[in-house]
């Protein structure tokens, strides 16, 4: 069984611009989940999908939005780059909504902004 | 809100030396409770779980008990090796996932 696939693996960006990140979940997995990871703050929630429902969102600007698909794939968008926004960004999936059960990970897409 | 607090690293050990990372969290109602371990370049591996107070969650010679009287899941291992080396991150989830700082561990031969 494939396991989280993150796509692309590594993007430079400069600042202002926007970039969509995409996240294909394990099969049969209707739940993903975003995180930032970055030095300074760790692991950070970002929001959960499930049946192409937001069901959760982090504590992140409006610059971050997110989207799920029926396949249950997943894309995050972010917009208007800062400096800040440079990161690991992690998705996760899980089989039902993220309860008490636990998520697979992806290895991430490392956002660098110039 | 809820929140995990882990021992700050880095954690620097000899091979074959018993391992603890502490870890608390601070929940309303029943959390699951997760160690997940992250590989230099890669993503989060779950590494063990515990879903009620007094489980045990065991894998590759980790083990983590869930105590709800002193709200902690203190990861133990009683001999690392160098392949252990990593970045561990306790977690819980309670509608939605939590992760403390992570504690980088050094393991050398």
């Known amino acids: 069984k494939a396991g989280v696939t993150q796509t692309p693996r590594y993007l430079i960006k400069t600042r202002g611009q926007q970039v969509t990140l995409s996240c294909s979940p394990i099969?049969?997995?209707?739940?993903v989940s975003w995180y930032q990871q970055t030095p300074g703050q760790g692991l950070q929630f970002l929001f959960e999908y499930f049946s192409e429902t937001q069901r959760n969102k982090g504590n992140f600007p409006g610059r971050f939005s997110g989207r799920q698909f029926s396949n249950s794939r997943s894309e995050m968008n972010v917009s208007t780059l800062e400096l800040g926004d440079s990161a690991l960004y992690l998705c996760?999936?899980?089989?039902?909504?993220?309860?008490?059960?636990?998520?697979?990970f992806g290895d991430g897409t490392r956002l660098s902004i110039l | 809100g809820d929140s995990v607090t882990q021992m700050e690293g880095p954690v620097t050990l000899s091979e074959e030396a018993f391992l603890t990372i502490n870890c608390t969290y601070t929940?309303?109602?029943?959390?699951?409770l997760f160690w997940y371990v992250q590989y230099p370049g890669e993503g989060l591996q779950l590494l063990l779980k515990?879903?009620?107070?007094?489980d045990k969650g065991s894998n590759k010679g980790f083990e983590a008990t869930y105590r709800k009287e002193t709200t902690s899941f203190h990861l133990e291992k009683g001999s690392v090796q160098v392949s252990d080396s990593a970045v561990y991150f306790c977690a819980l989830n309670n509608n939605d996932m939590r992760f403390g700082a992570g504690t980088r561990l050094t393991v050398k031969p």
């Open positions: 515990a879903t009620k107070a007094d």
């Open positions: 099969s049969g997995h209707r739940s």
């Open positions: 996760a999936s899980s089989e039902g909504q993220a309860g008490n059960q636990p998520q697979h």
């Open positions: 929940a309303t109602g029943y959390p699951s």
